[in-house]
Nanobody
Framework: QVQLVESGGELVQAGGSLRLSCVAS????????MGWFRQAPGKEREFVSA????????VDGDSMKGRTTTSRDNAKNTVYLRMNALKPEDTAVYYC????????????????????WGQGTQVTVSS
């Protein structure tokens, strides 16, 4: 059974940092591109970042560009999202997702391209 479980979301002050984690049980973890998305109330789900199966390639979305670092530990079946200089507009539920392809490709920012999703973790940034 495929399962993605995010953690690390919490209330943080503007300017602070957080590291989100996502533990995945998706067969061979390194064969999956992993993505991070977020969704704020009343808004569409938004791409944050993606990382290839090997971890060599990463892509950042425009929403948090320059403020995030995405990494993974394939030995631990875990992907991380480090977020810095957080702003109130970063408040959202953050989701990790797995795509059954180790290569990022060209549609990495499309939620429909991902096969499995976690339940999300809430990040709230206070001003």
């Amino acid at each position: 059974q495929v399962q993605l479980v995010e953690s690390g979301g919490e209330l943080v002050q503007a300017g602070g940092s957080l590291r989100l984690s996502c533990v995945a049980s998706v067969g061979t973890f390194s064969r999956n591109t992993m993505g991070w998305f977020r969704q704020a109330p009343g808004k569409e789900r938004e791409f944050v970042s993606a990382i290839s199966g090997s971890g060599v390639a990463t892509v950042d979305g425009d929403s948090m560009k320059g403020r995030t670092t995405t990494s993974r530990d394939n030995a631990k079946n875990t992907v991380y999202l480090r977020m810095n200089a957080l702003k109130p507009e970063d408040t959202a539920v953050y989701y990790c997702a797995a795509r059954k392809n180790p290569y990022i490709g060209s549609s990495y920012n499309q939620a429909s391209e991902y096969d499995y999703w976690g339940q999300g973790t809430q990040v709230t940034v206070s001003s």
